[in-house]
Structure formats: structure tokens, C-alpha cells
């Protein structure tokens, strides 16, 4: 065949696509079922326009979310395919308990596709999160405690020696060494041991931040984690040390889930994946690679959310010394001796401790990232039909951060949740709600409880080259970021005598 007949071919081809492209956008636009949602035109053409703002600019897309609703109003079509909704009240209709799958273009953003996280049917979700349940019910959580309490522990000791040593923590660190420690112990009987390394494990810190910060392109090129397994190890720490952190965490999930599988760890271990191992899923639910995508969401989430939200909590009690002052009354009347805990039980019970960790957690944000759910039913929305099966959204931090639910919202005040109770609970939605709510929701608030108790406690804290700078939300990269050259909370620490 002649040159000019493979360039005839080639024109064609192209024209032949964009022709497509033209046809696709006229259809999105102007025929699809969700054409008469307002919103951008760009963004109801192409998944693109998303890309653009989450990747390129690096976490902006929340942002741009944000100013489409005060553009268009409370009901957003954001992409070809997706609605999202900007009230609070509306919330729990889109994540109600009952069938409710997830977005399967969202959840891609994980890497991580046999884990409970990314399971978008509700039926396959139910069934891997069945045995699971039992570990994460309060009472389990409960029968956990004297775990918790020795990582807790481990972690002021350390304090108290870098009190002694005037020497400076980086405080977000030594939270995830403690949320690591723990969570690791909890699934794998195999501890980390981040707690006892002299940086608190920052290298691993910095695995779940730039892990995090791929998820807009993962769900873009969803093969990507598929070939980045398979990337020579060598030559990725060489071309990119993100990607090398990346996969040597990936490498170490599996290879502590492996010996497991195979019988080869100790005998009667009792740990989330001994009991996967043994339960009766089916044989294609117990594989190697599908626990390991387990095991990865269960370290990342399990460890990075929680420390945020201590971190937070130590930020603004040191910047509202007052708050610190009532805190530290109440645990002197419910704690006598400083070293001596007192038990999670009776922690819940102490009003103003209570208050500061859902004030902190409010502030920390959660999940910035939206959380899309499908409904197999149509759904009103005001005037709206939503048509079945349509993906619909809403961002935790636009509930957490309403000036009409929460006064002043950008300001730390305990008192709000004493005074509010149950009327602001409801729009706790940091955790989530529905049937898809955060497994590990009692597991994190018995770690806050316990730390907050045992270090406020026992000690002082002065911010060093920290400020509001350090909990700004600049990038949402699943969880808020600050600028990348303020992602750390450092203190000097002083026992409290």
C-alpha cells in the first residue's frame, strides 16, 4: 500500500474521532439526563475539566466545587456523569443505610480495587465488610484498650524524654507513628515499631501524603496501578522517589499479609487478617492480592486521618490557651496521677475532653474529598429528579465548615458542642454515614480519647515555627493539606508538674 493510502487512512481515522468527540459533547450537553442540571458547560462535556483542576493544579477541584454552588445554586452537575449537592440537611438522603453503591470511576482513585473502600456494589461491599464488623464494634474496640493504652504509653515516654532533652517534636509524625503502631498491631500482629524510631517513622508519613496526592490520577488512568506494581523497583527510585515510597509500601503490605495466608506467622494469632484467613469467604475473597489492597487502604486511612485530627487538636489548644487550661482542670479532677490512665469508658464521660476532640476533628476536616453514592432509586432534590443510578456527591468540609450550622466556624470553641448537643451531632459527618461509614470510626475515637488524656495531662506544649499556616486547607488531596512547605506541626514539650 502506498504512503499516501496510509496518510488517507490516518485522516480518516482522525476525522472519524473527533467527529466523535463532537457528537459525544453535543450529547452530554444538550441530550444526556442530567443536561438540565445547571452547572459549567466544560465541566458537563468531560471528565477533563476535573482532571485539570485536581491534578494540574494540584487539590484545587473542592475549590472550584465550591464556587460553581455559589454560582449555580444548591444542585451542581460537576462532571458528564455526577451531581453534587451543596446541603447539609440533604446529606444523609445520599449516604442513607440501605442499597447504596459507590461511584466506580471515583473509587478507582485508591489503587486499590478488592479493598472495602473501593467495592462499589453494596451487595459485594456487605459481604467483605461482614467479618470485619466484629473487630471494629466498640466493644471489640473496648476488649482493644490495654493495646491502645501501651502504644499511648510508649508515645509519652517519648515525649517526656524530648522534654527532658528541650529537643523539638514534629507531632504529626509521632500521631501517625502512634495510629500506625496501633493499627498495625491490630491486623497483622505485627507492629511497626514507628513509636520507637528516633524520627517516628517520617518516611512513612511521606508515603501516605504523596500516595494521597496520585488518587486524581489514578482515577484518570486507572491501569496505572496495575503497571506501577510492576515497575523495576530500582529504576523507580531512581526516576521518582514518590513513586518508590509508593510501592515499597505497597511491596511491605505484602509481604506481612503473605506469611499470614500461608500459615507460616504463629498459631492462634488473633489480628484482623488471621480472621479473614479463616472465615468463610469465598476462596477468591482470601487471595493474596485482594487482602493486600485491604491491607493498604486499612495502614493509610487507618493511620493518616486519626493523627491529623490529634494534631490538630494539640495546634489549637496550644493557640487557645484558655481551652488548655479548662481541659487540663477537668483531667486533673478525672486523673489524679498523671500516670495513670483511666479508661475509655470514663473519658467519653468528661464533657469538655468530649467537646475539644469533636471540635478537633471538625477542624481536621476528615475526608475533603467528596464521596460519591449511587441510588438504584430516583431521588427528589427540592424541584430536582434525580435520575436512578445517577452518582451524587457532597463535601464533608463544606457541612463541617457552614457558617449557619457552626458560628464562626474557622474558630476553635469547644463550648459549641456543649451548648449545641445533639442539634450539631447531626452534622458530625466527619466519619461519614449510612452502611458505608468508616469501619474504624470507635478505633479512632478511642485512640483520641486515650492520647488526649495521657498528654495534656502530663504536658505543656509551645508551638515551634508553627501557625495557622500549618492548618490551612490549600490542597485537597483526600484529606486538607497546607502548602507543602507548612505540612508539619512542631512543638517544644514540658512536663507538667
Known amino acids: 500500500m502506498a504512503v499516501l493510502d496510509y496518510q488517507i487512512l490516518a485522516l480518516l481515522a482522525f476525522t472519524a474521532y473527533l467527529a466523535y468527540c463532537f457528537a459525544l459533547v453535543v450529547y452530554r450537553v444538550w441530550f444526556h439526563p442530567l443536561a438540565k442540571f445547571p452547572g459549567p458547560k466544560l465541566a458537563s462535556c468531560s471528565l477533563w475539566y476535573e482532571f485539570y483542576y485536581d491534578v494540574v493544579l494540584e487539590g484545587k477541584w473542592a475549590f472550584k466545587i465550591r464556587d460553581m454552588h455559589k ?42 480495587p478488592g479493598s472495602i473502600f473501593a467495592t462499589a456494589d453494596e451487595g459485594l461491599h456487605r459481604m467483605r465488610r461482614k467479618p470485619l464488623d466484629n473487630f471494629f464494634s466498640k466493644k471489640a474496640v473496648t476488649d482493644l484498650e490495654p493495646l491502645i493504652e501501651e502504644k499511648v504509653h510508649k508515645l509519652s515516654d517519648r515525649f517526656a524524654q524530648a522534654a527532658d532533652s528541650r529537643d523539638i517534636v514534629r507531632a504529626d509524625c509521632a500521631f501517625m507513628a502512634l495510629t500506625m503502631d496501633v493499627i498495625c498491631s491490630y491486623c497483622f500482629a505485627a507492629d511497626r515499631m514507628y513509636l520507637d524510631n528516633p524520627d517516628f517513622g517520617l518516611e512513612w508519613k511521606e508515603t501516605i501524603n504523596g500516595a494521597w496526592q496520585k488518587g486524581g490520577m489514578i482515577r484518570a488512568f486507572p491501569s496505572m496501578p496495575f503497571f506501577m506494581r510492576r515497575f523495576p523497583r530500582w529504576l523507580a527510585k531512581k526516576l521518582d522517589p514518590d513513586m518508590s515510597l509508593f510501592l515499597a509500601w505497597q511491596d511491605s503490605v505484602e509481604a506481612t499479609v503473605k506469611p499470614i495466608l500461608n500459615g507460616e506467622s504463629e498459631k492462634n494469632q488473633h489480628s484482623i487478617f488471621h480472621t479473614l484467613r479463616d472465615s468463610d469467604l469465598p ?99 427540592q424541584d430536582w429528579i434525580i435520575p436512578a443510578g445517577t452518582p451524587i456527591s457532597e463535601t464533608i468540609n463544606f457541612i463541617l465548615m457552614d457558617p449557619v450550622i457552626f458560628h464562626e466556624p474557622y474558630t476553635f470553641r469547644p463550648e459549641r458542642w456543649i451548648e449545641g448537643g445533639q442539634r450539631l451531632s447531626k452534622y458530625q459527618v466527619s466519619f461519614g454515614k449510612g452502611s458505608r461509614q468508616c469501619i474504624g470510626m470507635n ?51 514540658a512536663k507538667d508538674e
Not at 444548591?74 to 453534587?84: C, S, Y
Not at 447504596?100 to 471515583?106: A, G, L, P, S, V
Not at 487502604?297 to 484558655?322: N, V
Open 71 to 112: 454560582r449555580y445554586g444548591p444542585i451542581v452537575r460537576i462532571n458528564p456523569h455526577e451531581l453534587h449537592i451543596k446541603d447539609p440537611d440533604f446529606y444523609n438522603d445520599i449516604h442513607a443505610t440501605g442499597r447504596r453503591n459507590k461511584y466506580q470511576w471515583f473509587v478507582n482513585m485508591a489503587g486499590a
Open 283 to 381: 476462596a477468591q475473597e482470601k487471595t493474596l492480592r485482594r487482602l493486600s489492597d485491604e491491607g493498604e487502604i486499612f495502614t493509610g486511612a487507618g493511620s493518616e486521618t486519626t493523627a491529623k485530627a490529634l494534631a490538630t487538636i494539640l495546634y489549637y489548644l496550644t493557640t487557645y490557651p484558655a481551652c488548655m487550661a479548662k481541659l487540663k482542670e477537668e483531667l486533673r479532677s478525672a486523673m489524679p496521677d498523671p500516670s495513670k490512665l483511666v479508661s475509655w469508658t470514663q473519658l467519653e464521660q468528661l464533657p469538655y475532653l468530649s467537646a475539644v476532640i469533636q471540635e478537633g476533628i471538625r477542624l481536621a476536616g476528615g475526608i475533603t474529598t467528596r464521596l460519591p453514592r449511587v441510588a438504584n432509586e430516583p431521588l427528589q432534590y
Open 443 to 493: 478505633l479512632a475515637y478511642a485512640e483520641m480519647y486515650l492520647a488526649c488524656a495521657a498528654l495534656f495531662r502530663r504536658f505543656n506544649f509551645d508551638l515551634y515555627k508553627t501557625d495557622s499556616r500549618n492548618m490551612e486547607f490549600v490542597h485537597d488531596f483526600f484529606v486538607a493539606a497546607p502548602a507543602k512547605e507548612f505540612r508539619s506541626v512542631r512543638v517544644r514539650i
